[in-house]
């Protein structure tokens, strides 16, 4: 599976292969402490937001259409209650076509 994800400022393309999760899992280890509150930020092609909405159905959410109107962008802040939570999401989120994960 191939997702587009940014950390800090440098975006790169991941294969969500079990070492690459592994590396994000201790950097998320050794920057929060469990349960936390968490950011999420994607940005998706406008005709999928209906499935980004549903990956977060309860969550108060920050919408923001593009420019020019192609692409809306996500914010959601969740408490997490682990690394492993925050990558589940994460890998739910990489099954949408053309999602970037910021």
Do not use: C
Not at 75 to 91: L, R, W
């Amino acid at each position: 599976m191939r997702a587009s994800i940014r950390l800090g400022w440098r975006p790169f393309y991941i294969a969500m292969d079990p070492a690459w999760l592994e590396s994000f899992r201790e950097k998320l280890d050794q920057h929060h402490s469990w349960p936390a509150l968490y950011m999420f930020k994607f940005i998706v092609p406008k005709n999928k937001t209906a499935e980004v909405r549903r990956l977060f159905p309860l969550q108060i959410t920050s919408e923001k259409e593009s420019k020019n109107g192609n692409y809306v962008s996500f914010t959601f802040q969740m408490t997490m209650p682990s690394s492993q939570a925050v990558i589940s999401v994460y890998e739910k989120a990489a099954a949408i076509e053309g999602i970037i994960a910021l």
